[in-house]
T-cell receptor, first 108, second 112 residues
Framework: EDQVTQSPEALRLQEGESSSLNCSYT??????LFWYRQDPGKGPEFLFT???AGEEKEKERLKATLTKKESFLHITAPKPEDSATYLC?????????FGTGTRLLVSP | DSGVTQTPKHLITATGQRVTLRCSPR?????VYWYQQSLDQGLQFLIQ???????AKGNILERFSAQQFPDLHSELNLSSLELGDSALYFC???????????FGPGTRLTVL
């Protein structure tokens, strides 16, 4: 069965303290690995798509990387406005399988 | 703003009732997806339509049904509502069958 696991469940950082979020996946026939940001009570906001191992994508303080079994979302020098839940989803043959997310809190 | 619209934003109803949630996809997107998000669970995939046809089903209850119309908007019908159906319901759309999905703002359903 397709599965996506994210760790840690929650992460508290000081402003400027860089870290990484992990997403490990077991999906038959991976068609793409997706990262989303979700603020409380709002719809997930698309961040990145990664298609093949070794691929990297960057957007402001965020960088996503992909290996054959996992993906990382690196956050460099985070700011309080980066506080949100970050969701990872793996695209299998039929549907996206979402992880339960990492709740990130960045304190000033 | 993702370009996906959902109505209504909030819905409060009683157990046993029936409601309809509406979604308009981004211009040009042919696929529509429905998800349920409860406090104690992550995003649960319910169903996908592509250009009017059902393409994939997730953990959708028999009390729930959906359809996609010729103008590509979609409706999710929830009937015989139970307290446990209270959740955020999201619609998403994508260009094709397996592209990145763009989510709407959601409908918060409260069943009393």
């Amino acid at each position: 069965e397709d599965q996506v696991t994210q760790s840690p469940e929650a992460l508290r950082l000081q402003e400027g303290e860089s870290s990484s979020l992990n997403c490990s996946y077991t999906v038959s026939g991976l068609r793409g690995l997706f990262w989303y940001r979700q603020d409380p009570g709002k719809g997930p906001e698309f961040l990145f798509t990664l298609y093949s191992a070794g691929e990297e994508k960057e957007k402001e303080r965020l960088k996503a990387t992909l290996t054959k079994k996992e993906s990382f979302l690196h956050i460099t020098a985070p700011k309080p406005e980066d506080s949100a839940t970050y969701l990872c989803a793996a695209g299998g043959f039929q549907k996206l399988v979402f992880g339960t997310g990492t709740r990130l809190l960045v304190s000033p | 703003d993702s370009g996906v619209t959902q109505t209504p934003k909030h819905l409060i109803t009683a157990t046993g009732q029936r409601v309809t949630l509406r979604c308009s996809p981004r211009s040009g997107d042919l696929s529509v997806y429905w998800y349920q998000q409860s406090l104690d669970q992550g995003l649960q995939f319910l169903i996908q339509y592509y250009n009017g046809e059902e393409r994939a089903k997730g953990n959708i209850l028999e009390r729930f049904s959906a359809q996609q119309f010729p103008d590509l908007h979609s409706e999710l019908n929830l009937s015989s509502l139970e307290l446990g159906d209270s959740a955020l319901y999201f619609c998403a759309s994508s260009v094709g069958l397996r592209n990145e999905q763009f989510f709407g703002p959601g409908t918060r359903l409260t069943v009393l």
